[in-house]
Nanobody, 125 residues
Framework: QVQLVESGGGLVQAGDSLTLSCAAS????????MGWFRQAPGEEREFVAA????????YYADSVKGRFTISKDNARKTVSLQMNKLRPEDTAIYYC??????????????????WGQGTQVTVSS
């Protein structure tokens, strides 16, 4: 059983940067799709970024494009999320997710099989 574990969250000020990491415990993750989602209080879980392993290609939500970068960690076969120019509206619990095969619905949380427990990111104004 693959388990994903996020780290790197914290409390920062608007304009600051944070890097989130995702590690796989149990069996190594060998899927082709990994992503980051976030959920603010009272809101639905929303897509942030995804990475298609076989094509080495990232995908982003419009709200984070140009500010966030998803990149692969070859050693751990997982992904990290570099977040720059953070805004108060980025405040949420951030989740790492994975699935074995790529899907055109990569932005849909229901498509992902494996999930971490989440890490809190709080951005103060």
């Amino acid at each position: 059983q693959v388990q994903l574990v996020e780290s790197g969250g914290g409390l920062v000020q608007a304009g600051d940067s944070l890097t989130l990491s995702c590690a796989a415990s149990g069996r190594p993750f060998s899927g082709n799709a990994m992503g980051w989602f976030r959920q603010a209080p009272g809101e639905e879980r929303e897509f942030v970024a995804a990475f298609r392993w076989e094509l080495n290609r990232p995908y982003y939500a419009d709200s984070v494009k140009g500010r966030f970068t998803i990149s692969k960690d070859n050693a751990r076969k997982t992904v990290s999320l570099q977040m720059n120019k953070l805004r108060p509206e980025d405040t949420a619990i951030y989740y790492c997710a994975g699935r074995l095969h790529w899907t055109v619905a990569y932005y849909n949380a229901e498509q992902y099989t494996y999930w971490g427990q989440g890490t809190q990111v709080t951005v103060s104004s």
